[in-house]
Protein backbone atom coordinates (compact mmCIF):
# COMPACT_ATOMS: atom_id res chain seq x y z
CA UNK A 1 0.00 0.00 0.00
CA UNK A 2 2.85 2.68 0.83
CA UNK A 3 4.62 1.68 -1.99
CA UNK A 4 1.52 2.70 -4.49
CA UNK A 5 1.39 5.81 -2.66
CA UNK A 6 2.85 7.89 -5.03
CA UNK A 7 -0.49 7.97 -7.62
CA UNK A 8 1.60 9.54 -10.54
CA UNK A 9 5.26 9.75 -11.45
CA UNK A 10 5.14 11.81 -14.37
CA UNK A 11 2.94 14.57 -15.26
CA UNK A 12 2.76 17.33 -12.58
CA UNK A 13 2.13 20.02 -14.85
CA UNK A 14 -1.70 22.01 -14.94
CA UNK A 15 -2.26 22.64 -18.39
CA UNK A 16 -5.70 24.61 -18.61
CA UNK A 17 -5.42 28.22 -18.41
CA UNK A 18 -7.69 30.00 -15.55
CA UNK A 19 -10.56 31.13 -17.08
CA UNK A 20 -11.30 35.56 -17.30
CA UNK A 21 -14.50 35.40 -16.45
CA UNK A 22 -14.21 36.45 -12.62
CA UNK A 23 -17.32 37.52 -10.83
CA UNK A 24 -16.67 41.37 -11.25
CA UNK A 25 -16.81 40.98 -15.01
CA UNK A 26 -20.16 39.37 -14.43
CA UNK A 27 -21.22 41.61 -12.25
CA UNK A 28 -24.00 39.85 -10.38
CA UNK A 29 -22.44 38.23 -7.57
CA UNK A 30 -20.87 41.15 -5.37
CA UNK A 31 -24.60 42.33 -5.65
CA UNK A 32 -25.95 39.63 -4.04
CA UNK A 33 -24.01 40.02 -0.76
CA UNK A 34 -25.45 41.50 2.05
CA UNK A 35 -24.07 44.84 2.64
CA UNK A 36 -24.68 43.84 6.33
CA UNK A 37 -21.65 41.18 5.27
CA UNK A 38 -19.19 43.26 4.00
CA UNK A 39 -19.50 45.47 7.66
CA UNK A 40 -19.15 42.22 9.19
CA UNK A 41 -17.00 39.80 7.17
CA UNK A 42 -14.13 42.38 7.32
CA UNK A 43 -13.67 44.16 10.63
CA UNK A 44 -10.61 45.95 11.52
CA UNK A 45 -8.57 44.51 13.98
CA UNK A 46 -7.21 47.10 16.62
CA UNK A 47 -5.32 44.95 19.00
CA UNK A 48 -5.12 41.25 20.34
CA UNK A 49 -5.47 40.17 24.19
CA UNK A 50 -6.10 36.78 25.78
CA UNK A 51 -9.15 35.57 23.98
CA UNK A 52 -9.85 39.26 23.59
CA UNK A 53 -10.02 41.84 20.59
CA UNK A 54 -10.03 45.57 20.44
CA UNK A 55 -12.24 46.83 17.48
CA UNK A 56 -13.01 50.67 16.94
CA UNK A 57 -12.13 51.00 20.33
CA UNK A 58 -14.14 48.40 21.97
CA UNK A 59 -13.07 45.64 23.57
CA UNK A 60 -14.62 42.07 22.62
CA UNK A 61 -14.69 38.66 23.31
CA UNK A 62 -12.93 36.73 20.52
CA UNK A 63 -15.00 33.70 19.53
CA UNK A 64 -13.81 33.59 15.90
CA UNK A 65 -10.03 32.38 15.91
CA UNK A 66 -8.47 29.23 15.19
CA UNK A 67 -6.41 30.72 18.20
CA UNK A 68 -7.14 27.29 19.76
CA UNK A 69 -4.16 27.07 22.51
CA UNK A 70 -4.28 30.82 22.59
CA UNK A 71 -0.34 30.84 21.46
CA UNK A 72 -0.58 33.44 18.58
CA UNK A 73 -0.11 36.19 21.41
CA UNK A 74 2.71 34.37 23.72
CA UNK A 75 5.27 36.14 24.64
CA UNK A 76 7.73 33.28 24.29
CA UNK A 77 6.96 32.64 20.69
CA UNK A 78 7.54 36.35 20.21
CA UNK A 79 10.53 36.12 22.14
CA UNK A 80 12.02 33.50 20.12
CA UNK A 81 10.82 34.98 16.62
CA UNK A 82 12.94 38.04 17.87
CA UNK A 83 15.73 36.00 18.29
CA UNK A 84 16.13 34.55 15.31
CA UNK A 85 15.24 37.78 13.31
CA UNK A 86 18.82 38.70 14.98
CA UNK A 87 20.61 36.06 14.24
CA UNK A 88 18.72 35.32 10.56
CA UNK A 89 17.45 38.18 9.11
CA UNK A 90 13.55 39.00 8.22
CA UNK A 91 13.64 36.77 5.63
CA UNK A 92 15.37 33.34 3.51
CA UNK A 93 15.62 35.36 0.19
CA UNK A 94 15.04 32.02 -1.08
CA UNK A 95 13.01 28.68 -1.80
CA UNK A 96 13.95 25.57 -0.38
CA UNK A 97 15.50 23.64 -2.80
CA UNK A 98 17.72 26.87 -3.55
CA UNK A 99 19.25 28.70 -0.91
CA UNK A 100 16.18 28.98 1.25
CA UNK A 101 16.84 26.20 3.69
CA UNK A 102 18.51 26.60 6.95
CA UNK A 103 18.75 24.38 10.04
CA UNK A 104 15.33 25.82 11.36
CA UNK A 105 13.76 24.27 9.00
CA UNK A 106 15.16 20.97 8.85
CA UNK A 107 14.59 21.09 12.63
CA UNK A 108 10.84 21.97 12.63
CA UNK A 109 10.66 19.45 10.32
CA UNK A 110 11.72 16.69 12.42
CA UNK A 111 10.09 18.21 15.58
CA UNK A 112 6.69 17.84 13.58
CA UNK A 113 7.35 14.23 12.33
CA UNK A 114 8.21 13.23 15.85
CA UNK A 115 5.07 14.84 17.19
CA UNK A 116 2.89 13.77 14.19
CA UNK A 117 4.30 10.40 14.56
CA UNK A 118 4.70 10.08 11.24
CA UNK A 119 7.66 8.72 9.10
CA UNK A 120 8.38 12.08 7.16
CA UNK A 121 7.29 15.49 7.29
CA UNK A 122 7.78 18.53 5.01
CA UNK A 123 6.98 22.16 5.52
CA UNK A 124 4.97 24.26 3.55
CA UNK A 125 4.30 28.56 3.77
CA UNK A 126 1.02 27.96 4.35
CA UNK A 127 -1.42 24.99 4.55
CA UNK A 128 -3.63 26.06 1.81
CA UNK A 129 -0.29 25.77 -0.04
CA UNK A 130 0.77 22.13 1.39
CA UNK A 131 -2.79 20.58 0.10
CA UNK A 132 -2.26 22.27 -3.04
CA UNK A 133 1.51 20.95 -3.14
CA UNK A 134 0.77 17.26 -1.96
CA UNK A 135 -2.28 16.78 -4.31
CA UNK A 136 -0.96 18.30 -7.92
CA UNK A 137 2.28 16.87 -7.41
CA UNK A 138 0.88 13.17 -6.13
CA UNK A 139 -2.33 12.52 -8.12
CA UNK A 140 -2.70 12.79 -11.94
CA UNK A 141 -5.30 12.90 -13.93
CA UNK A 142 -5.75 9.51 -14.48
CA UNK A 143 -6.49 8.99 -10.78
CA UNK A 144 -9.91 9.59 -8.82
CA UNK A 145 -9.78 11.52 -5.83
CA UNK A 146 -12.89 11.13 -3.25
CA UNK A 147 -13.76 13.92 -1.33
CA UNK A 148 -16.57 14.61 1.39
CA UNK A 149 -18.84 16.79 0.62
CA UNK A 150 -17.44 19.25 3.11
CA UNK A 151 -13.76 19.26 2.63
CA UNK A 152 -11.81 22.88 2.28
CA UNK A 153 -11.31 24.62 -0.33
CA UNK A 154 -7.78 23.79 -0.94
CA UNK A 155 -8.37 19.93 -1.40
CA UNK A 156 -10.46 21.16 -4.23
CA UNK A 157 -8.16 23.65 -5.96
CA UNK A 158 -5.09 21.16 -5.76
CA UNK A 159 -7.44 18.08 -7.39
CA UNK A 160 -8.11 20.87 -10.03
CA UNK A 161 -4.46 21.61 -9.86
CA UNK A 162 -3.93 17.74 -10.85
CA UNK A 163 -6.58 17.84 -13.21
CA UNK A 164 -7.55 14.59 -11.71
CA UNK A 165 -11.10 13.35 -11.66
CA UNK A 166 -13.44 14.43 -8.61
CA UNK A 167 -15.97 11.86 -7.23
CA UNK A 168 -17.94 13.17 -4.28
CA UNK A 169 -19.62 11.24 -1.05
CA UNK A 170 -22.25 12.54 0.99
CA UNK A 171 -21.19 14.22 3.89
CA UNK A 172 -19.76 11.29 6.78
CA UNK A 173 -21.77 8.79 5.46
CA UNK A 174 -20.05 5.27 4.65
CA UNK A 175 -22.57 4.24 2.45
CA UNK A 176 -22.20 7.07 -0.19
CA UNK A 177 -18.44 6.35 0.21
CA UNK A 178 -18.72 2.67 -0.42
CA UNK A 179 -21.07 3.45 -3.56
CA UNK A 180 -18.14 5.99 -4.76
CA UNK A 181 -15.76 3.52 -4.40
CA UNK A 182 -17.77 0.12 -6.00
CA UNK A 183 -18.35 2.63 -8.86
CA UNK A 184 -14.49 2.96 -10.19
CA UNK A 185 -12.39 -0.02 -11.85
CA UNK A 186 -10.19 -1.74 -9.44
CA UNK A 187 -7.22 -0.94 -11.78
CA UNK A 188 -7.79 3.39 -10.91
CA UNK A 189 -5.52 4.80 -8.84
CA UNK A 190 -7.99 6.16 -5.82
CA UNK A 191 -7.25 8.98 -2.85
CA UNK A 192 -10.26 9.31 -0.54
CA UNK A 193 -9.84 13.04 1.29
CA UNK A 194 -11.18 14.45 4.14
CA UNK A 195 -10.80 17.02 7.06
CA UNK A 196 -10.13 15.74 10.73
CA UNK A 197 -12.25 18.03 12.50
CA UNK A 198 -14.74 19.93 9.73
CA UNK A 199 -13.96 23.94 9.71
CA UNK A 200 -17.64 25.07 9.23
CA UNK A 201 -19.74 22.03 11.12
CA UNK A 202 -17.23 20.85 13.86
CA UNK A 203 -17.18 17.22 13.81
CA UNK A 204 -14.53 14.32 13.55
CA UNK A 205 -14.01 12.45 9.96
CA UNK A 206 -15.03 9.52 10.82
CA UNK A 207 -11.36 8.19 10.44
CA UNK A 208 -11.14 4.62 11.13
CA UNK A 209 -14.12 3.34 9.59
CA UNK A 210 -13.14 5.52 6.72
CA UNK A 211 -10.01 4.34 6.33
CA UNK A 212 -10.78 0.75 6.65
CA UNK A 213 -13.24 1.23 3.85
CA UNK A 214 -11.25 3.09 1.26
CA UNK A 215 -8.40 0.34 2.11
CA UNK A 216 -10.68 -1.95 1.51
CA UNK A 217 -11.06 -0.79 -1.86
CA UNK A 218 -7.54 -0.25 -2.92
CA UNK A 219 -7.60 3.50 -1.99
CA UNK A 220 -5.60 5.70 0.39
CA UNK A 221 -6.04 8.30 2.78
CA UNK A 222 -5.70 11.56 2.74
CA UNK A 223 -6.58 13.11 6.44
CA UNK A 224 -6.57 17.54 6.45
CA UNK A 225 -5.47 18.05 10.07
CA UNK A 226 -5.47 21.82 10.52
CA UNK A 227 -8.17 22.37 12.82
CA UNK A 228 -6.98 18.88 15.18
CA UNK A 229 -3.13 19.28 15.12
CA UNK A 230 -2.34 20.46 18.81
CA UNK A 231 -5.95 20.45 19.53
CA UNK A 232 -7.81 16.59 19.09
CA UNK A 233 -6.28 13.80 20.94
CA UNK A 234 -4.80 12.38 24.86
CA UNK A 235 -1.28 14.36 23.29
CA UNK A 236 -2.53 16.98 20.95
CA UNK A 237 -0.97 15.42 17.67
CA UNK A 238 -4.54 15.51 15.77
CA UNK A 239 -7.11 13.07 14.53
CA UNK A 240 -5.16 10.12 14.67
CA UNK A 241 -4.53 10.49 18.46
CA UNK A 242 -7.98 11.00 18.99
CA UNK A 243 -9.22 7.73 17.51
CA UNK A 244 -6.16 5.79 18.71
CA UNK A 245 -5.00 3.39 16.30
CA UNK A 246 -5.39 4.71 12.84
CA UNK A 247 -3.10 5.43 10.48
CA UNK A 248 -3.81 7.59 6.97
CA UNK A 249 -1.34 7.48 4.56
CA UNK A 250 -0.89 11.19 4.08
CA UNK A 251 -1.57 14.24 6.55
CA UNK A 252 -1.45 17.84 6.03
CA UNK A 253 -2.21 20.82 8.45
CA UNK A 254 -1.78 24.17 9.21
CA UNK A 255 0.78 25.72 11.34
CA UNK A 256 -1.75 29.26 11.80
CA UNK A 257 -3.90 27.50 14.16
CA UNK A 258 -2.88 25.85 17.55
CA UNK A 259 1.02 26.39 16.93
CA UNK A 260 -0.85 30.56 16.76
CA UNK A 261 1.92 31.55 13.88
CA UNK A 262 1.22 30.51 10.14
CA UNK A 263 2.83 27.48 7.68
CA UNK A 264 1.84 23.94 6.40
CA UNK A 265 3.17 20.81 6.18
CA UNK A 266 2.39 17.63 4.53
CA UNK A 267 3.20 13.98 6.39
CA UNK A 268 4.01 10.63 5.00
CA UNK A 269 6.24 7.91 4.12
CA UNK A 270 10.07 9.53 3.30
CA UNK A 271 9.50 8.55 -0.69
CA UNK A 272 6.35 10.44 -0.74
CA UNK A 273 7.56 13.70 1.28
CA UNK A 274 10.56 13.62 -1.07
CA UNK A 275 8.19 13.03 -3.85
CA UNK A 276 6.03 16.55 -2.63
CA UNK A 277 9.12 18.31 -2.32
CA UNK A 278 10.43 17.62 -5.63
CA UNK A 279 7.38 17.98 -7.57
CA UNK A 280 5.04 20.56 -5.86
CA UNK A 281 5.52 23.87 -7.61
CA UNK A 282 3.81 25.57 -4.41
CA UNK A 283 7.52 24.10 -2.42
CA UNK A 284 9.84 24.63 -5.42
CA UNK A 285 8.55 28.35 -6.75
CA UNK A 286 7.44 30.38 -3.23
CA UNK A 287 10.31 31.65 -0.43
CA UNK A 288 10.64 29.45 2.52
CA UNK A 289 9.22 30.14 5.88
CA UNK A 290 10.79 33.23 7.55
CA UNK A 291 13.46 32.75 10.54
CA UNK A 292 11.46 34.16 12.54
CA UNK A 293 8.09 32.04 12.54
CA UNK A 294 10.08 28.82 11.84
CA UNK A 295 11.96 29.40 15.58
CA UNK A 296 8.69 30.67 17.14
CA UNK A 297 7.30 27.26 15.50
CA UNK A 298 9.64 25.62 17.05
CA UNK A 299 8.59 26.81 21.08
CA UNK A 300 5.26 26.96 19.73
CA UNK A 301 5.84 23.01 19.74
CA UNK A 302 7.63 22.52 23.34
CA UNK A 303 4.73 24.40 24.22
CA UNK A 304 1.97 22.03 23.04
CA UNK A 305 3.99 19.26 24.36
CA UNK A 306 4.51 20.31 27.64
CA UNK A 307 1.53 22.37 28.78
CA UNK A 308 -1.53 19.98 28.32
CA UNK A 309 -3.82 22.18 30.30
CA UNK A 310 -4.38 24.60 27.67
CA UNK A 311 -5.70 21.89 25.48
CA UNK A 312 -7.93 20.67 28.79
CA UNK A 313 -9.21 24.12 29.32
CA UNK A 314 -10.42 24.61 25.85
CA UNK A 315 -12.14 21.30 25.78
CA UNK A 316 -13.56 21.77 29.30
CA UNK A 317 -15.29 25.37 27.78
CA UNK A 318 -16.28 23.35 24.33
CA UNK A 319 -18.20 20.81 26.80
CA UNK A 320 -19.90 23.53 28.60
CA UNK A 321 -20.54 25.87 25.93
CA UNK A 322 -22.04 23.12 23.73
CA UNK A 323 -24.47 21.96 26.36
CA UNK A 324 -25.27 25.17 27.20
CA UNK A 325 -26.58 26.05 23.92
CA UNK A 326 -28.34 22.21 23.49
CA UNK A 327 -30.20 23.17 26.50
CA UNK A 328 -31.31 26.41 25.04
CA UNK A 329 -32.64 24.64 22.44
CA UNK A 330 -30.38 26.36 19.65
CA UNK A 331 -29.04 23.41 16.73
CA UNK A 332 -25.29 22.94 16.95
CA UNK A 333 -25.35 20.35 14.12
CA UNK A 334 -22.86 17.20 14.58
CA UNK A 335 -20.20 19.40 16.36
CA UNK A 336 -18.04 17.94 19.18
CA UNK A 337 -15.06 20.20 19.42
CA UNK A 338 -14.39 24.11 20.20
CA UNK A 339 -15.66 24.75 16.60
CA UNK A 340 -19.66 25.27 17.41
CA UNK A 341 -21.93 26.19 14.80
CA UNK A 342 -25.26 27.79 15.49
CA UNK A 343 -27.17 26.57 12.22
CA UNK A 344 -30.07 29.02 11.40
CA UNK A 345 -32.63 28.66 8.89
CA UNK A 346 -32.22 31.75 6.77
CA UNK A 347 -29.13 34.82 5.99
CA UNK A 348 -31.41 37.52 7.73
CA UNK A 349 -31.84 35.97 10.98
CA UNK A 350 -27.95 35.00 10.99
CA UNK A 351 -26.92 38.05 10.47
CA UNK A 352 -28.88 39.74 12.76
CA UNK A 353 -27.97 37.38 15.80
CA UNK A 354 -24.39 38.22 14.30
CA UNK A 355 -25.08 41.96 14.88
CA UNK A 356 -26.91 41.72 18.29
CA UNK A 357 -23.74 40.03 19.75
CA UNK A 358 -21.52 41.81 18.09
CA UNK A 359 -23.89 44.79 20.06
CA UNK A 360 -22.75 42.59 23.11
CA UNK A 361 -19.05 43.10 21.89
CA UNK A 362 -18.81 39.23 21.13
CA UNK A 363 -17.01 38.71 17.69
CA UNK A 364 -18.55 35.74 16.19
CA UNK A 365 -18.43 34.72 12.46
CA UNK A 366 -21.48 34.99 10.31
CA UNK A 367 -20.97 31.90 7.58
CA UNK A 368 -23.01 31.80 4.29
CA UNK A 369 -22.60 29.81 1.02
CA UNK A 370 -20.63 28.69 -0.57
CA UNK A 371 -18.42 28.29 2.96
CA UNK A 372 -21.55 26.11 3.75
CA UNK A 373 -24.87 24.28 2.19
CA UNK A 374 -27.12 27.53 1.02
CA UNK A 375 -30.27 26.31 3.25
CA UNK A 376 -27.95 26.27 6.92
CA UNK A 377 -26.41 29.76 7.04
CA UNK A 378 -24.74 29.96 10.30
CA UNK A 379 -22.91 31.55 13.45
CA UNK A 380 -19.57 30.02 13.76
CA UNK A 381 -17.97 30.76 17.31
CA UNK A 382 -14.50 28.96 18.07
CA UNK A 383 -12.81 28.78 21.38
CA UNK A 384 -9.54 29.13 22.08
CA UNK A 385 -7.83 28.25 25.56
CA UNK A 386 -7.78 31.39 27.16
CA UNK A 387 -11.48 31.79 27.55
CA UNK A 388 -13.07 30.47 30.96
CA UNK A 389 -16.44 29.54 32.18
CA UNK A 390 -17.40 32.65 32.96
CA UNK A 391 -16.80 33.84 29.33
CA UNK A 392 -19.20 30.90 28.29
CA UNK A 393 -22.00 31.75 30.62
CA UNK A 394 -22.14 35.65 29.33
CA UNK A 395 -22.19 34.13 25.72
CA UNK A 396 -25.27 31.67 26.65
CA UNK A 397 -26.47 34.59 28.77
CA UNK A 398 -26.28 36.97 25.13
CA UNK A 399 -27.29 33.95 23.30
CA UNK A 400 -30.52 33.50 25.41
CA UNK A 401 -31.57 36.82 24.97
CA UNK A 402 -31.15 36.82 21.58
CA UNK A 403 -32.32 34.38 20.32
CA UNK A 404 -36.01 34.75 22.28
CA UNK A 405 -36.11 37.94 20.72
CA UNK A 406 -35.71 36.53 17.07
CA UNK A 407 -37.70 33.89 17.68
CA UNK A 408 -34.81 31.07 17.30
CA UNK A 409 -35.20 29.51 20.41
CA UNK A 410 -38.54 29.60 23.22
C1 LIG B 1 -9.27 22.54 6.88
C2 LIG B 1 -8.29 23.58 6.44
N1 LIG B 1 -7.30 23.24 5.61
C3 LIG B 1 -6.39 24.13 5.19
C4 LIG B 1 -6.45 25.46 5.58
C5 LIG B 1 -5.44 26.43 5.06
O1 LIG B 1 -4.48 26.71 6.03
P1 LIG B 1 -3.63 28.07 5.96
O2 LIG B 1 -4.47 29.13 6.57
O3 LIG B 1 -2.40 27.75 6.75
O4 LIG B 1 -3.34 28.31 4.53
C6 LIG B 1 -7.45 25.86 6.45
C7 LIG B 1 -7.51 27.27 6.88
O5 LIG B 1 -8.52 27.87 7.08
C8 LIG B 1 -8.41 24.91 6.89
O6 LIG B 1 -9.42 25.27 7.70
Redesign the pocket.
Known sequence: MRDAIVLESTESIQTDPPSKDFALKNGSSLDRIDPVYWRLGERKVDAMGAGKVVCDGREMMMLAS?NYLGLAGDARLMRSGMEAIKSWGNSTSGSRLLNGTNQLHLKLEERLRAFKRLESVVVFQ????G?LGVLSSIVSKDDVVIIDKLV?A?IIDGCKLAGASVRVFKHQNMESLEKVLKRIAPTIKKLVVV?GIY?MDGDFAKLPELTELAHRYGALVMV?D??ATGVAGPHGRGTADHFGSVEPDIVTG???KAFGC???FVGSTKQVTDFVKYNSHSFIYSTSLCPSVTASLLTALDIVEKEPERRENLWACTRYLLHGLNQLGYNTGLSETPIIPIILDDENTMFNLVARLDSDDIFVSPVIYPACPRKAPRVRLSLTAEHIIADMDRVLGSLERHGRALGVIN
Open positions: NSGYMNHSDSDAHTLSFGG
